[in-house]
């Protein structure tokens, strides 16, 4: 098929380097993996260019300067004319990642033109963005969001959200229940595998070095993880690949706690880095704090395709995907004292980690594979169209 994937969020480059980013890229390479001819309609690209998407054919329009209500009345002339043109291509199929005051895909599922030809599409949706925007950032025009977010809701031929609780989200705004489905984040297992293993199991001495993958800010629980680094064994050793606005603030945590030569900031790495340093790391961690939380962790699928053994907060999707701790360690979200323990007591048990490992990666190649994932929504519309969709 001809896809166009409409990427509308002026704060996700397709070429950027936090997770929604690579997420995009993920969702494509899948597309393209399995034949399918994909071209990006954006509004933002970034530069960092995997080599394995540099022929990606990606169609920015660049928005004029403004924030606030200009920015958000800019956007939705964006969606209008990038309707416009997917609507004059040969596309067989939309895929739209749900943006703010975007309704590009529900244009084309559903014309208002006379006579003008109708395009399945599928509207992924990661997070209820307007109480997100409302919340943690801004917005001008509340009714204009929820105006247009229905109209996507309403459009799309299938809506597929990363967790239950998104899906719920969509169904009280509005989503015919019978189009929305849920499907969790994946992982790309060929571009992330696991470092050799040693030839040697490692001495009782060896430093054990911690991993955290993430944009650094409050939700991620990052200095949740500082303080429970500083009551471990002192062996035990952080790497924390990503940067964010709370940088600055956990760097000073560090040092109040005592631990700024046992924790490394890498700052922000490009997606393609990512595998490499996954090798580098013994235990990967993800340390939610207490709180809301409805979306689907990248980072704790890429610790398992990287077959890694993971210690994770027991909150939202995480404890199903970890098979309620057959697939890693959980430990209560916001209990410092807990994840201290759970860190020295994989890290001394090399055993443990080892059989983690090899369960981890194999369900992220047997159940969570990209490519999986993409396959599986292109036959669930396949299913809910009368006349699916051109092969």
């Given amino acids: 098929m001809r896809i166009a994937y409409a990427l509308l969020d002026p704060g996700i480059g397709v070429f950027g380097t936090k997770g929604a980013s690579v997420h995009v890229q993920e969702v494509v390479r899948a597309l393209r993996a399995d034949g399918h001819q994909v071209t990006v309609f954006c509004t933002r690209t970034n530069d960092d260019i995997p080599a394995d998407l540099a022929d990606l054919e990606v169609r920015r329009h660049r928005l004029p300067k403004g924030t606030g ?7 939705a002339a ?4 990038i309707a416009e043109e997917i609507a004059a291509g040969d596309f067989d199929l939309v895929y739209e990642r749900y943006s703010l005051f975007s309704d590009t895909a529900a244009r084309l599922s559903a014309p208002s033109a006379p006579g003008a030809r109708s395009i399945p599409s599928i509207l992924e949706v990661n997070a209820p ?27 799309a031929s299938l809506i597929s959200c990363v967790s239950e609780a998104v899906a719920e989200w969509t169904r009280q705004e509005g989503a015919p229940p019978e189009r929305v489905v849920v499907t969790p984040n994946g992982v790309n297992t060929t ?10 199991a490692p001495a009782p001495q060896d430093p054990v070095r911690i991993g955290f993958v993430g944009t650094l800010k409050p939700w991620h629980g990052t200095d949740l993880l500082l303080r429970a680094l500083a009551r471990t064994d002192q062996r035990l050793v952080l790497d924390i690949c990503g940067t964010g606005p709370q940088q600055e603030e956990l760097e ?14 890498r700052g922000a790495v490009a997606p393609e880095r990512v595998p490499e340093f996954l090798h580098e790391i013994d235990i990967a ?3 939610y704090p207490a709180g809301e939380h409805y979306f689907s962790p990248l980072k704790v699928y890429e610790y398992l395709a990287a077959g890694l053994p993971v210690i994770a907060s027991a909150i939202g999707t ?4 970890l098979k309620e701790g057959e697939l890693g360690v959980l430990v209560e979200p916001g209990d410092v004292a807990a994840l201290a323990a759970a860190l020295d007591e994989l890290a001394d048990d090399s055993g ?6 090899l369960v981890a990666r194999e369900a992220a190649v047997q159940e969570h594979d990209w490519r999986i994932r993409c396959r599986e929504m292109v036959e669930r519309l396949e299913a809910a169209l009368p006349s699916g969709v051109p092969a």
């Fill in 318 to 321: 995480i404890p199903a995907l």
């Fill in 69 to 75: 209500a200009e920015r958000e009345q800019a956007v």
């Fill in 129 to 155: 963005l307007i109480a997100e925007q409302r919340d943690h950032r801004s917005l001008a025009d509340e009714a204009g969001a929820l105006a247009a977010t229905r109209r996507q809701l309403h459009g």
């Fill in 78 to 81: 964006a969606s209008a004319a």
């Fill in 252 to 265: 000073l945590l560090a040092a109040e706690l005592g631990i700024t030569e046992r924790v490394r900031f």
């Fill in 191 to 200: 571009r992330i595998t696991p470092a050799p293993r040693p030839s040697a």
């Fill in 285 to 287: 961690t993800a340390p």
């Fill in 352 to 357: 443990h980690r080892a059989r983690l490992a």
